[in-house]
């Protein structure tokens, strides 16, 4: 108040939390923090305007542009705490995985295929099929 000299209490609880939040900044692990926010925020931001699309969003109004960002950035997120679980670097090096996994399965379904096939004395094979099928497309 200007006649009193006092200050108002909202005032003080606003400046108490300013002295605080610069404090627990320019400490060591404030600063340490700072040093990460390069590596992991900005990183983040960067990816999502280069390779997400973000440059130009196409939707109109503030409040679906908000979402738009919000969604990426839920995605990026989702992407890295993947990445960390998983241990690979990159989603596109889940990509030579993921097809020798396939493959793999593949191989066992058609060993496992042929072991029942041999088991319960079954004829038919695929190559037998199609050509029934020629067969009765000729009849």
Known sequence: DKKTGETPPEKCAAQKALYANRRRVRGRRGRRLQRCRGEVVERTFA????????????????????????????????GLLLRHQTGIGTPR???????????????????????????????????????????????
């Open 47 to 78: 990816h999502m305007y280069e390779t997400g699309g973000m440059r130009r969003v196409w939707v109109r109004g503030h409040e679906n542009v908000r979402k738009r960002v919000l969604i990426q950035a839920a995605a990026c997120n989702i």
């Open 93 to 139: 090096s889940l990509q030579g995985r993921a097809l020798s996994a396939i493959c793999r399965l593949i191989d066992r379904l058609i060993d496992r295929w042929g072991r029942l096939r041999r088991a319960w004395g079954f004829k038919w094979t695929p190559t037998a099929l199609v050509g029934s099928i020629a067969h009765r497309k000729a009849a």
